[in-house]
């Protein structure tokens, strides 16, 4: 055996030892948080996700795939599932399309036209955009059901109307309700627009609706995109509006609710396939939607914003009579609602005397003070929950960006395209058995809470936050405070304006969510909106418009108080 040999003049006990290179990982505080924000999602997000695909492909009882459920979905004899899949994509779409282009001309008009009381219009705008839409469908029930207020003057004069039921009904109540969020985002894109442009094309001969089509439509088309996709986001995951007008019209959510409130326990595989076709059909759309946005995308940044301005007499006149009819649409439904709160009748029918009886109804009744309490207790804990994630996840993306935290930043946004009554079974089959059996706790509700409305809190937190001057945090640290004390003293506090608007946000959406809660709820776990959506479907109309009535008031109490402490007249999400 050959020694080794020794470098001269070193003894043998003095021989340099052989150094082993190790890979050492520098872990850090905020290596410790991305890890804990990763496991969170994993557990509650990815993991739920993946319980859905296993369980529409593999069969637990036989350990074996299988995929009869698949079968069964794109090939049933009498066409259920297929009817279901298209009847939500129609009207989806149309909705879609319907309230993004009402939206946009709402918004362009509001603009670049002066409105009289548009500084109160746009208020209302953000009141009406908050409010759950299975409130406007209760509202229009009791004007255009069968035995509605305008149907029944209809029958007298003549013209036969059946009522607001089925597709043209959940088509019309969605694309007035969803008005508001598309003028919401379209303005937020007009505000970017540099107003040389517009005199530009003016200069040379572009008036009107050509100056709208040839210059500002390029310009936001990648916001009304974007816009369009949330409307059909909203549609077909929306769960109460097709379950009290459709009278047999299927949608995706509808047909998982019943799935699970009549047989899911026999035949979870096919709940979880039509949960997993649904993410597949959302999916395939934000994704076309961003493709096209990427490709169609102008970076603007306006030195002179758009500002309202005086028109001529018939553009002044149509633009009034266009935006009052708007609002008198979306106004309407919520004044009905607070009317019928005060009537002594159970019918749908705004008949019988006034009086507060419902209101003492709600404030006496034990379960549904439980419910108000679980809405304010669930909604305060998943928004600090919000808050806190949404203000790490958009510094982690941001200030310390690496392939990790870009996943972090694009998983915490995938909910937006994850309906809530898919979320919902998702969660319900994940954690049904120990260590994790969280079925009909209030754990489980404020989980859906957090995931559903995180994104609203991050998204506006990222965008502050590009604003802010990295010099501010590094003059802070070279005066000897250390990153975590500059983050929690000097960039938190210059990211509030940002995060407070998301986090009012998520918390309005938070109280009026419904499509993944009354999948997940027990009788001790209600909230409010489950309670009105009970109370409407078991025709217990009076209480029921009574705290829908409480619930606009939070919702209208919210933004005035958010308004107050930002000074600001408007939220941007």
Partial sequence: MEQEMIPPGVFPEQA????????????????????????FFALFFVYPLITILAKSVYNFDTHSFDFTQFNEFFTNKYGYYQKTVWNSVKVSLLSALIATTLGTILAYVLCTTKIYGAKIIKTILLITMVTPPFLSSYAWIILLGRAGIITKWLNTIGIAYQGIYGFSGICFVFSIKLIPLVNLYVSGALKQVDKSLLEASESLGGHGVARFFKVVLPLILPTILASAVLVF??????????SLIGEGYRTLPTLIYNLYTSDVQENEPLAATICLATIVIT??????????????????????????????????????????????????????????????????????????????????????LRSIGNTFLYSFIALAIVILLGILISYLSVRKSSHITKFIDTLS????????????????????????????????????????????????????????????????????????????????????????????????????????????????????SIEIFNAISTGAYGYGAALSTLLMLISTITLLIFFKLSGKKEISI
């Avoid at 986001?233 to 097709?242: A, E, H, L, Y």
């Avoid at 009905?336 to 109804?361: A, E, L, P």
């Fill in 233 to 242: 986001m909203r549609v077909i995951s929306d769960f109460g509006v097709p």
């Fill in 283 to 368: 999916l395939v759309i934000f994704l076309v939607q961003r493709w096209l946005s990427n490709r169609k995308k102008i970076a603007m940044s306006a030195l002179r914003p758009i500002e309202p301005t005086k028109q001529g007499t018939v553009v002044e006149v149509f633009s009034h009579i266009f935006v009052y009819i708007l609002l008198a649409l979306l106004i309407l439904p919520m004044l009905i609602v607070v009317i019928q709160s005060f009537k002594d009748s159970t019918n749908v029918v705004m008949s019988g005397s006034y009086t507060f009886q419902n209101y003492i109804t709600i404030f006496t009744t034990s379960s549904i």
């Fill in 16 to 39: 340099p030892e052989k150094k082993h290179h190790k890979i050492r990982l520098h872990f850090t505080g905020w290596n410790a948080v991305t890890l804990a924000i990763l496991l």
């Fill in 413 to 528: 946004n995938l909910p937006f395209i994850i309906p809530g009554s898919v979320l919902g079974i998702a969660l319900l089959f994940a954690f049904n058995k120990p260590p994790f059996a969280l079925i009909g706790t209030a754990a489980i509700i404020v989980l859906n809470y957090i995931i559903r409305r995180l994104p609203y809190t991050i998204r506006s937190s990222t965008a502050i936050l590009h604003q802010i001057d990295l010099n501010v945090e590094e003059a802070s640290q070279s005066l000897g405070a250390n990153p975590f004390k500059t983050f929690f003293k000097v960039t938190i506090p210059m990211m509030m304006p940002g995060v407070m608007s998301g986090a009012t946000m998520s918390w309005l959406s938070i109280i009026t969510e419904l499509s993944g809660s009354i999948i997940l709820y027990s009788n001790k776990t209600k909230t409010m």
